[in-house]
């Protein structure tokens, strides 16, 4: 069973604009962690938000948010005032006790910001 | 730099011959971790180190797949009789430790490996 799902493939949105990335994921340890990362036609992963699973608050980071509801089992990004250089691959990913604190991550979603 | 760095960036070797990736991680980090990225995809974890402990290797795919970390700094990931489809971006990663917010992990550039 996949662990980490992202169920959109690209996503659209206009410059200014406010977008929500989904993530939901799988594991029935209780103490866990959550993480987005961003990744540009470069190439390079850039670390963007963490939340962990006993953390009380959305996790936020200027422009980005995590809505965490964890009996749904959702993490999703939400991006404030997107901005061109936002367009990329944007990956959830998740580390679980029992994986040693690797990362299994989803299948990204690619989202291109308009003028 | 204060990041992870990785060498070479690019590296296009024929089947069959051997090759060795390099990550330097960041300063302190006593976390480094090795993932393949195939085109178009996600990350696929391969090895993880932590400290003096054994080496989490579950993910490497192949004996042909091999790495080594000295202590708490660079590490040399070698694929031997190298495969096309060993073609991949091999992305190397640091945290400072495993536990909250230490466990963010960092991530060098890439290595790209195209094996003809």
């Known amino acids: 069973a996949q662990k980490i799902t992202q169920t959109q493939p690209g996503m659209f949105v206009q410059e200014k604009e406010a977008v929500t990335l989904d993530c939901t994921y799988d594991t029935s340890d209780p103490s866990y962690g959550l993480f987005w990362y961003k990744q540009p036609s470069s190439g390079e992963m850039i670390f963007l938000i963490y939340?962990?699973?006993?953390?009380?608050q959305n996790a936020t980071e200027g422009r980005y948010s995590l809505n965490f509801q964890k009996a749904r089992k959702s993490a999703n990004l939400v991006i404030s005032a997107s901005q061109l250089g936002d367009s990329a691959m944007y990956f959830c990913?998740?580390?679980?006790?029992?994986?040693?604190?690797?990362?299994?991550f989803g299948k990204g979603t690619m989202l291109l910001v308009s003028p | 730099g204060a990041g992870v760095s990785q060498s070479p960036s690019n590296k296009v070797t024929e089947k069959g011959k051997d090759v060795e990736l390099r990550c330097d991680p960041i300063?302190?980090?006593?976390?480094l971790y090795w993932y393949r990225q195939r085109l178009g995809q996600g990350l696929e974890f391969l090895i993880y180190?932590?400290?003096?402990?054994?080496?989490?290797k579950s993910g490497l795919p192949s004996d042909r797949f091999s790495a080594e970390r000295t202590g708490e700094s660079v590490s040399t990931l070698t694929i031997q009789r190298t495969q096309q489809e060993d073609s991949a971006v091999y992305l190397c990663?640091?945290?400072?430790?495993?536990?909250?917010?230490?466990?963010?992990?960092?991530f060098g550039p890439g290595t790209r490996l195209l094996v003809l």
């Open positions: 990913a998740m580390r679980e006790p029992s994986g040693y604190s690797t990362l299994t």
């Open positions: 939340q962990g699973s006993y953390d009380q």
């Open positions: 180190f932590q400290g003096n402990s054994a080496p989490d």
């Open positions: 990663a640091s945290s400072l430790g495993v536990r909250g917010a230490q466990e963010t992990q960092y």
């Open positions: 300063s302190g980090h006593t976390a």
